[in-house]
């Protein structure tokens, strides 16, 4: 489960398993505007070879459609794309 990778590198608190190979990464309070806002990112893990795919499905910020208006969240994208690989330090 290529998933057990993001686990143990991330805390814990802030991640909500959605399925077999999908996370939620909860990002804690941000500041944006002189607003308060917490994001979700939801994110497949997938494994290819030696290297965690790590790609941005859907994400989601409180109270952000009724500050901004439900128009600026349809039209905003967060995408999140990442690998994490093995390297032999020897």
């Keep these: 489960d290529p998933s057990r990778i993001i686990f143990a590198c991330w805390d814990e608190s ?3 398993r959605r399925g ?3 996370i939620r990464v909860l990002t804690g309070d941000q500041k944006f505007l002189g607003l308060d806002l917490r994001f979700n990112v939801d994110l497949r893990v997938e494994r ?3 290297v965690i795919e790590c790609r941005s499905i859907d994400w989601s910020a409180s109270e952000l459609e009724k500050i ?3 128009e600026f969240v349809e039209d905003f994208t967060l995408e999140i794309e990442g ?3 093995a390297v ?3």
């Design 14 to 16: 802030l991640l909500e």
């Design 20 to 22: 077999a190979n999908e």
């Design 48 to 50: 290819v070879g030696n």
């Design 68 to 70: 901004l208006g439900r």
């Design 83 to 85: 690998d994490i690989e």
């Design 88 to 90: 032999d330090k020897t």
